[in-house]
């Protein structure tokens, strides 16, 4: 792995540190954002910007996931009608899947 930005940080006597400009910068981190550490076996830490997960979808795609193990034959592809009728409602609608969303939807 090539390394493309390299910094350093002194810790407290709390055990805490600032993370340098620079590193901030390139993960794009703000203030109150939250941060993971993952330590390698090499003993090598990786600090990356920790990602928002819900825990209501996390457990529902549980939920989901057990259910499809347990009982492979409730699933069942969608009827046509249902399809045909999706795309009738959507006809005409132009959506941008990677355009931010309003702060008021977030």
Do not use: C, W
Not at 79 to 105: C, N, Y
């Amino acid at each position: 792995m090539t390394k493309i930005l390299q910094a350093a940080s002194t810790l407290t006597n709390r055990y805490q540190t600032t993370i340098p400009e620079p590193i901030r910068e390139l993960l794009h981190l703000n203030k109150r954002d939250k941060i993971t550490y993952t330590v390698e076996n090499d003993g090598k830490v990786l600090i990356s910007r920790a990602t928002e997960d819900d825990p209501v979808l996390e457990e529902f795609l549980n939920f989901l996931a057990m259910d499809i193990k347990n009982n492979p034959t409730h699933v069942q592809s969608f009827d046509q009608a249902l399809i045909d009728r999706a795309r009738d409602l959507t006809s005409g609608m132009e959506i941008d899947l990677d355009a931010s969303l309003d702060e008021k939807d977030e």
